[in-house]
């Protein structure tokens, strides 16, 4: 356990010391291992309208990257005010992004990452479509692609071992 917080402080000082040399600046910056193991770590990091998030294996050789996600709370208009959005925020310990695709808005949760930091476009562990009828918002956990995990546990593997 106590190797695990020494890492933690490791991985912690070359997110931020990377945040500071590419000159950016932040409020927040949450930072964990990956699943099974404590040599790769994620960062997700409040830059105002944005997160970054990045990742850090101590096998690294290159500087580290950061993926930019928008927040887009503004997509959010009068939802913000609905019980079950708040709670979602609550759950989420305020690390969500909104995102639109094909006019659906969609919940993503930051904490639990995404299936593949190097894809075009992002995809979160924890999504939930956002369904507004008339008056009613009704909240489904988006459709996920269990074939998905062995592709995401190689990549985990691949990126282990630096970049």
């Not at 356990?1 to 000159?23: C, E, H, R, V």
């Not at 930019?68 to 959010?76: A, D, N, S």
């Not at 979602?88 to 299936?115: C, H, M, P, T």
Request: glycine share 6%; hydrophobic share 40%.
């Amino acid at each position: 356990m106590i190797l695990t917080l020494i890492l933690k402080g490791i991985s912690f000082f070359q997110f931020t010391s990377a945040l500071k040399k590419q000159g950016i600046s932040y409020s927040e910056i949450d930072t964990r291992p990956a699943p099974f193991n404590t040599i790769l770590w994620s960062a997700n990091i409040d830059a105002g309208d944005n997160y970054l998030l990045a990742e850090y294996s101590f096998f690294d050789t290159q500087p580290l990257s950061f993926r930019v996600v928008p927040k887009q709370r503004e997509l959010l208009e009068d939802l913000i005010k609905n019980e079950n959005i708040q709670r979602l925020i609550k759950i989420s310990e305020g690390w969500y992004a909104i995102s639109k695709q094909q006019n659906q808005l969609y919940f993503n949760d930051l904490r639990f990452g995404v299936y593949d930091m190097s894809a075009t476009g992002l995809e979160f562990v924890f999504s939930y479509k956002l369904i507004t009828d008339k008056d009613t918002l009704t909240i489904e956990e988006a459709e996920r692609n269990p074939g998905k995990m062995k592709t995401v546990m190689l990549g985990l593997w691949d990126r282990i071992w630096g970049n």
